[in-house]
């Protein structure tokens, strides 16, 4: 039972009876004072105020209204709740979707052409042909520009005068080979 | 099922309580079992919502605001004793620890105290009755009458000084019962 609802406590506003000790703690009534006397007095007697029994008819009445009610109408009632719930959102989701498509909707689309452009053969040959002479014209620049290039880096790993030497024979390797 | 046996158990528990201090605040038997069985009404439709160690303070204070609101669609300030006098004189408070001169005294007293209470502000009786009769602290009185504590301990100073100075015009044969100066 609550401590609030003990009214069989000896003390329910837990005032002590006795004399306090230490230093006085009551928020209200100074120590010493005939008001705490008074408290006592007070505290007995509202005490010993009659205790009211709450009459059986309405204790029935309360259970009647309360924990006895019937359920035969809100048995389920949740379900169709839940249900009733999720009804009218989708239904708001559709009438959304609805008012967005009709003010959104663009019209009947273009119908789109799929059919690939023609190529005469003749074409076809003459492009295939430059690829193959554009390919080969670059396969040729990259091989020179490849030798050349290691070329210089081995001539620029050389020691300078060694490079010197070798740079003024080249030319003759090269006069010779020609 | 849980909350059908808690509830039924909690109500076991404070309805004579909550009865009681509708009765003592209302003074009239059947609005007090009005408000008793609103009140629980009220408390099974939130159940699930209060938390456990608040409904002592829940049910108090919806009590209390039921018969603030019953006295003000009333509108009786002075409201008189009517049939919680009777219980008041039928005693159904044991007083077999006490002599019989003590019990009449005290009787007496009890009977001057409550007829005082009718001349306290509804907040200062409810303080008194929370406190006194209910045994509720200050912090939890402050809780339930939506007030600060110092409000509360301020307002249970004046209520008792006015109680006193109630009793003292009223019954001033009773000053000094229990061998205490209520003076």
């Known amino acids: ?178 | 099922m849980m909350k059908r046996y808690a509830y039924r158990h909690f109500l076991s528990q404070t309805q004579d309580r909550v009865f009681s201090y509708a009765s003592y605040m209302l003074r009239n038997r059947e609005d007090a079992e009005d408000v008793t069985q609103e009140v629980f009404v009220k408390m099974w439709k939130h159940w699930d919502t209060i938390r456990k160690e608040k409904r002592d303070s829940w049910i108090l204070r919806v009590t209390h605001n039921e018969c603030i609101d019953l006295l003000r669609r009333k509108s009786s300030p002075q409201r008189a004793w009517t049939t919680l006098d009777d219980a008041v004189n039928n005693r159904i408070v044991a007083l077999s620890s006490i002599s019989p001169e003590q019990e009449l005294e005290s009787g007496e007293m009890q009977k001057a105290i409550l007829a005082s209470l009718a001349g306290l502000p509804d907040k200062m009786q409810s303080m008194m009755l929370l406190h006194y009769y209910q045994g509720v602290r200050f912090e939890e009185i402050a809780e339930i009458l939506g007030m600060s504590l110092s409000a509360v301990k301020t307002g249970m100073h004046r209520a008792r000084k006015q109680l006193r100075g109630v009793l003292e015009k009223r019954y001033p044969e009773l000053a000094g019962v229990g061998n205490v100066q209520m003076v």
């Not at chain 1, 009659?50 to 048995?75: F, M, N």
């Open chain 1, 1 to 178: 039972m609550s401590r609030w609802f003990d009214n069989t406590h000896p003390d329910p506003a837990g005032h002590p009876e006795g004399k306090r000790k230490g230093r006085n703690r009551d928020p209200v009534m100074p120590a010493g004072s005939d008001e705490r006397q008074e408290e006592r007095v007070l505290t007995e007697t509202f005490r010993l105020l009659p205790k009211l029994k709450c009459p059986d008819g309405v204790t029935e009445e309360i259970l009647r209204l309360t924990i006895r009610q019937k359920r035969s109408v809100k048995r389920f009632s949740f379900v169709v709740g839940l249900a009733d719930w999720r009804l009218r959102a989708a239904a708001a989701v559709a009438v959304a979707a609805l008012i967005a498509v009709l003010i959104f909707y663009p019209g009947k689309p273009e119908p789109v052409i799929s059919v690939s452009p023609q190529v005469a053969e003749v074409d076809a040959e003459r492009a295939s042909e430059q690829l193959k002479w554009s390919l080969m014209y670059t396969s040729q620049l990259l091989n020179k520009s490849e030798k050349q290039a290691i070329g210089e880096a081995v001539i620029n790993k050389l020691p300078e005068t060694f490079r010197n030497t070798l740079k003024k024979t080249i030319p003759l390797f090269q006069g010779g080979e020609s």
